[in-house]
């Protein structure tokens, strides 16, 4: 008895935790806490909570082909940023913005986010780690 009474509430509680909420993969996010457009700074490797923790966003990747700031190139290159993003303790989803290439911003479960800037601008005679990236990334409801 003791076994099907733990077993039921077992099953219950996963049922609950399966319910509503922003774990659910077709929930809009932009409903839970998006009301006007945020800024946050993302270091690299670093996962910020936005919203009481409804969105995550992770910097995990960057490969940073823009002109150094000390050069005079003919095009001004590019980096592309890879973030993961999660609705709660959902699970992660890639996307990739860019600086200057397309897109420079993406569209996930009703919020909208930008990159808008990419630090730090390279040089020609120093080569900059991943670690030392940061992005400010721009959060906004979806249109």
């Known amino acids: 008895m003791d076994f099907v009474r733990k077993s039921v509430t077992a099953a219950l509680v996963i049922s609950a935790l399966g ?29 910020v909570q936005v919203g009481g923790g409804v969105l995550h966003i992770a910097f995990t990747d960057v490969e940073d082909s823009r002109c150094p700031t000390d050069v005079v190139c003919v095009w001004a290159g590019n980096a592309a940023v890879d ?3 999660s609705a709660g303790s959902g699970p992660s989803y890639p996307l990739r913005v860019n600086s200057t290439l397309d897109p420079h911003d993406v569209e996930w479960q009703g919020v ?17 780690k991943k670690e030392e990236y940061w992005v400010k990334v721009r959060i906004e409801a979806a249109r």
């Open 19 to 47: 319910c509503g909420g922003a774990t659910e993969p077709n929930v809009d996010v932009s409903a839970s806490f998006v009301s006007a457009p945020q800024e946050v700074v993302v270091k690299y490797g670093q996962d």
């Open 83 to 85: 973030l993961a993003v």
């Open 112 to 128: 909208r986010l930008m990159l808008l800037e990419v630090h730090p601008e390279p040089r020609a005679d120093t080569s900059v």
